[in-house]
């Protein structure tokens, strides 16, 4: 009986080496894909390369998952002290600042902000490449105030060398240009650009809809929407967002109540519409659709939510 037992034991023993033996490399992909195997392989990969501002990036990112900037910050800080030359230590850096500041009060925000700018410009310098990091430093640009560093000259600046250096999100940063400026025929213009160049991004997706919407290109954004819930039935925003546009424009009733009704049922998602939003629309929905009864259920919903809402209110009187 000794070999069996021998190698169990032998076995038994490997298993910690096993769960450390991941790489940075697979660590990342594993945390892109928001498989469970990331986080343990991380804190692994800690307690093996402490010195390793690769794995302190890895946890910042980890860490910013988790919806905890406060220690997303201090791990990216690590990184960047570890490796001041390392341009995905300051993007990181930036990223988590950005999370936190929305957070906390403006008079911490004042105090973040120059560092926000700070991590994002270093970024750039070190590697002009990182793109992502261009469109942050426009939309800092172009929400800080003036006495801040707020720009939109800057913000413009970033967004034509994003029209030189990848065209895609030059489309993108051209629209939230035109938006800020509060032109929404060209904003929907360029993030339609951005979208039809680059459709597997989420975020040129959702604006281009969201754009269509604001612009009452209902053919547009019923077609995206419709595509997007069809391919993936669980991307709640885009559940919400094929709701909305029948609340607003009148039209697929029937598909918009079905969608909202999947959006309520589905985990709430960090970042999503609050639920009291999708009771609101979809009693807008019953209300175009003459279900004047369900109707009234659903803005009571949205009014448990949000007592105070002038428009959930108003919406109930008018049934």
Do not use: C
């Amino acid at each position: 009986m000794r070999a069996p037992i021998l190698a169990l034991t032998l076995l038994l023993l490997s298993l910690p080496f096993a769960a450390a033996a991941a790489t940075v490399a697979e660590a990342t992909a594993w945390l892109v894909a928001k498989d469970a195997r990331a986080a343990p392989a991380i804190t692994a990969l800690l307690k093996a390369q402490p010195r390793s501002a690769d794995v302190h990036v890895l946890h910042a990112r980890l860490l910013l998952q988790q919806r905890e900037p406060e220690d997303a910050i201090e791990a990216a800080e690590r990184a960047v002290g570890l490796a001041p030359t390392d341009a995905q230590a300051h993007y990181w850096l930036g990223n988590a600042l950005g999370q936190r500041i929305g957070q906390v009060n403006m008079l911490r925000q004042a105090s973040m902000a120059p560092k926000l700018r700070e991590a994002f410009e270093r970024a750039l310098e070190l590697d002009p490449a990182i793109h992502e990091a261009r469109l942050n430093l426009i939309e800092f640009y172009l929400q800080a105030p003036s006495i801040a560093g707020g720009s939109v000259d800057k913000a413009r600046a970033h967004a034509a060398e994003l029209v030189r250096r990848d065209p895609p999100r030059g489309h993108f940063a051209t629209g939230r240009l035109a938006q800020h400026a509060e032109d929404l025929p060209a904003a929907a213009k360029a993030y339609g650009a951005a979208y039809r160049a680059r459709p597997d991004s989420t975020n040129f997706r959702m604006a281009a809809g969201t754009a269509w919407q604001a612009t009452k290109q209902w053919d547009e954004a019923f077609a995206l929407y419709q595509a997007w819930t069809k391919e993936d039935p669980t991307a709640a925003g885009a559940q919400y967002q094929l709701g909305r546009t029948a609340a607003l424009s009148g039209r697929f009733l029937a598909e918009g109540e079905a969608a909202l009704r999947r959006y309520l049922a589905l985990p709430l998602v960090p970042g999503q519409p609050p639920l009291h939003h999708a009771w609101y629309r979809l009693g807008q929905v019953q209300a175009h659709a003459g279900k004047k009864d369900a109707a009234r259920v659903s803005f009571q919903n949205a009014l448990k939510g949000e007592p105070g809402n002038d428009d959930f209110q108003a919406a109930l009187s008018a049934l």
